[in-house]
Each structure stands twice: as structure tokens, then as C-alpha cells.
């Protein structure tokens, strides 16, 4: 039985003890226990601030992967709209303007 994850201290024990390489095993068993895994973090992480969930989830990463390997496994969200954008839903459709040559506003 897992327990649930309230709190920002409960995400960061989650992702501590997740193995990040799941997708790669060949034991259908592990996984799948990874996945499951994932999932209930991925869950878990729309519960709290966005900053915050990138920060501690990185961290791990961080800890756990070599260099060369970490930039596929961050996450990373796109940031809200610019002040400066008059007109969102013209940005591609994405709602924000971060160099994005299909808004000129």
C-alpha cells in the first residue's frame, strides 16, 4: 500500500525513492511499478505550486542521473502569458509569446 502525498515534504520522499529508469527495464514487473509510480507523482504534482514541483522533482534528477542524461528526464512547464501580450490566442495557440514568431504583438 502507498500512502498518499499531502505535502510538498510527502512529493519529494515520492520522487526520492522512484526509480527514473524505469522505462528502460525489461521486467515487466519493475515496469510497471515505475509507471504507477510516475503516474501518482504526476498526480500528486498538480496539487502544488508549479515552481516548487519543478524544483524538488529536478533536484532528484539532479542526484540520481549522470549529466549527460538529465535533460530528458526535467520537467518543465511553459511560463503564463507575458504582460505584454495583447492577443494569446493568437500566439500559435499556445497562449504565450516566448519568442514565438506567430504573435507579433
Known sequence: MT????????FER????????YSYSDDGYYYRKGADEYARIEKAAAKFPRADVERIWNAVVDTKLVES?????????????????????KCAGKGYCPNDIACND
Open 69 to 89: 542524461a538529465r535533460s530528458q528526464f526535467y520537467w518543465r512547464w511553459p511560463k503564463p502569458p507575458y504582460p505584454f501580450c495583447r492577443t494569446p490566442e
Open 3 to 10: 500512502t498518499e502525498i499531502n505535502t510538498l515534504e510527502d
Open 14 to 21: 515520492a520522487c526520492k525513492a522512484h526509480d527514473l529508469t
